[in-house]
């Protein structure tokens, strides 16, 4: 086997008023946030997929099933956590971590660093290993008529 694994996760969530923003675990005011079973952090949605694909574990709606009211509004830093137990738990470690969230508005630029500390954190990565980037879609598509935001995760793990 392989020491090293490569894991891709992506994340999609709709845009609506009345929910709050959560993204890398930080929540940011904003008239609209994101919907879903959970907090629809659509970036550590994102990373949870990367891990368990990386380790070969399925995916996110496997292990944390949206028809399971043991996840309804559940704080997505938890999903992590147990994440990281799962793929712990077959002997994986984290090598990095690099990610993209797309969204029209608001700007998360000044947000970065924090939801990196967070997500360090959470992954108990060491620090300059996560990179978080944020982009629009320059007004295209549903994230750039802000109905919706997008993330991707890659992940190194290695034994």
């Known amino acids: 086997m392989f020491p090293y694994r490569i894991g891709f996760g992506y994340d999609v969530h709709q845009l609506v008023e009345g929910r709050p923003l959560i993204i890398g675990g930080i929540r940011i005011e904003h008239n609209k946030g994101a919907l879903g079973h959970s907090d629809a952090d659509v970036l550590l949605h994102a990373i949870c997929d990367a891990f368990l694909g990386a380790a070969g ?27 990281m137990k799962l793929i712990g738990a077959d002997g994986w470690k984290v090598g990095n971590i690099d990610c993209t969230v797309a969204l029209q508005k608001p700007r998360i630029a000044g947000f970065i660093d924090e939801m990196v500390l967070q997500i360090q ?26 109905e919706g935001i997008q993330a991707w995760a890659v992940v190194l793990l290695y034994r």
């Open 57 to 83: 574990l399925k995916d996110i709606g496997h292990h944390f099933p949206d028809t399971s009211t043991d996840y309804k509004d559940i704080d997505s830093r938890v999903l992590v956590e147990k994440t």
């Open 121 to 146: 954190q959470l992954t108990a990565s060491e620090e300059g290993t996560v990179s978080v980037k944020a982009t629009t879609t320059e007004h295209l598509g549903f994230t750039g008529r802000e």
